[in-house]
């Protein structure tokens, strides 16, 4: 599902991430170029994805993402989501930190292409 840049409201968003669950065979979703995801899109977009998450790339830059948002979007490296872009966001340490034990977990796998 590609959804670069089309100008997402948080309520839009809201209610893509309330209907991931629903759609178990969706292994691509690109919500880059949307300025408004930022740190609350990303945790929705995070907490949908985790229980029963098919999604293997998951683009989100230019989103406005900060560390909260990136902390909560590590979590999903390795289980499955091969392949994360986060360019062009205001992560930071905490975030850094966050990804980097994600990156741990991904190292038996083989790299995805992106």
């Excluded at 670069?4 to 893509?16: D, I, K, R, Y």
């Excluded at 293997?56 to 909260?68: E, K, N, S």
């Amino acid at each position: 599902l590609e959804l670069h840049s089309v100008g997402l409201t948080h309520a839009a968003l809201q209610t893509l991430a309330n209907s991931l669950s629903r759609c178990p065979s969706l292994t691509t979703l690109d919500l880059g170029g949307n300025p408004l995801v930022g740190d609350d899109g990303a945790r929705a977009i995070a907490d949908a994805l985790r229980p029963a998450c098919a999604v293997t790339t998951l683009a989100l830059d230019g989103g406005r993402i900060g560390d909260a948002g990136g902390t909560s979007l590590a979590r999903l490296l390795g289980a499955p989501v091969r392949c994360l872009r986060l360019q062009q966001n205001a992560l930071r340490d905490a975030a850094a930190h966050a990804l980097a034990a994600g990156l741990r977990r991904c190292r038996t796998q083989a790299p995805a292409p992106c």
